[in-house]
């Protein structure tokens, strides 16, 4: 089942700094990301795959060249927090 994983997702989130849920529709949640020194926006996206019965998470800036390593480390961070 999908609820459980999506809810400790969703309290994940919402307990992150600067972060805020944005859309939540079944299995797909979006939220933005706003950075801490420079206030740029970055999207965070999850959604469960049925087929396989897996979560993709997608963490991407909307600007800038280089986001210096913190998408991935987001990704990384939300991993750890669910396993």
Known sequence: ???QP????KEIIENSPR?????LDGDYLHAEVTSKWMKYVDDLEISFVPESSKLQ????????????G????RVDLLKSKLF
């Open 1 to 3: 089942s999908i609820e």
């Open 6 to 9: 999506f809810k400790d997702i």
């Open 19 to 23: 972060t805020e849920i944005v859309e």
């Open 57 to 68: 998470v997608r963490s991407e800036s909307r600007v800038g060249e280089s986001d210096l």
């Open 70 to 73: 913190v998408n991935q480390k």
